[in-house]
C-alpha cells in the first residue's frame, strides 16, 4: 500500500492538485483474494492501519475499514451477529496503545538505517501502566529481521496482550506481527 501512496502523491504533485487522499480500504471487487484468517489475518488488519500512519507523510488523509462486519473481503473483523475475530482484536489493540499518542514519524529500511523489510513507527505520549512514555511499532513486510534494541528500550508489548522484557542493546527478533516497543519512563 505504501507504494501505491507514494504513486497517487506523485501523479497529483505532477498535476498541481492538493487533495487528501482517502484510503478506504478493501472492497467488494477484490473476489480472487482468498480469505485471510488466525494470526495472518491479525497482521493485515494492524498492518492496514499501520501503514496509513505512514502514508500521511504522503498526504493519505483519512484509513477507512468500511466492511467491519461483511464476509466477502479477505480480512474479516467480525461478521454479522458473530463475536470479532483475532483481526479485529488485534486493531482494538492497536488502538488502545495508540489512544492519546502523537505519531513522530515513521520509516523503513535501509532510509530508516533499518533491515530493508522492517518498518517503524515512532510515538509519543503512549500511556503504558500510568505513565507517559515514548514507544515505537515495528514490523516486516514479509519474513523476518534482527534489530537491536535502543538504549531506552525496556520490554515488548504483542498484540495478543502479552508483554516480553528486554534489554537495551539486545536483538529483537521482528516479525510479521506488528509489536510495540515500550521505552522506560523518562
Known amino acids: ?10 501523479v497529483l504533485h505532477q498535476a498541481g492538485v492538493g487533495a487528501p487522499v482517502w484510503d478506504t480500504g478493501p472492497d467488494y471487487d477484490i473476489r480472487d483474494q482468498a480469505v485471510l484468517r488466525g494470526g ?22 483519512r484509513s477507512y475499514f468500511y466492511n467491519w462486519g461483511g464476509r466477502r473481503i479477505p480480512v474479516v473483523l467480525q461478521p454479522e451477529g458473530e463475536p470479532p475475530t483475532l483481526a479485529a482484536r488485534a486493531v482494538d489493540r492497536l488502538q488502545r496503545w495508540l489512544a492519546g499518542a502523537r505519531i513522530q514519524g515513521c520509516g523503513h529500511g535501509h532510509a530508516a538505517g533499518l533491515p530493508s523489510t522492517v518498518w517503524r513507527c515512532r510515538f509519543t505520549d503512549v500511556l503504558i501502566d500510568g505513565s507517559v512514555r515514548g514507544a515505537v511499532i515495528q514490523w ?3 519474513g523476518a529481521a ?19 522484557p528486554v534489554r537495551p542493546g539486545a536483538l529483537v527478533h521482528v516479525t510479521e506481527t506488528p509489536e510495540l516497543v515500550i521505552e522506560s519512563p523518562e
Do not use: I, N
Open 1 to 10: 500500500m505504501a507504494g501505491e501512496f507514494a504513486a497517487v502523491a506523485e
Open 140 to 142: 516486516t513486510s514479509r
Open 146 to 164: 534482527s534489530v537491536p534494541a535502543e538504549p531506552r528500550t525496556m520490554s515488548l508489548a504483542h498484540l495478543d496482550g502479552t508483554r516480553s
Open 40 to 61: 495472518r489475518a491479525a497482521d493485515y488488519a494492524a498492518r492496514f492501519f499501520l501503514v496509513g500512519l505512514y502514508g500521511r507523510e504522503l498526504r493519505l488523509d
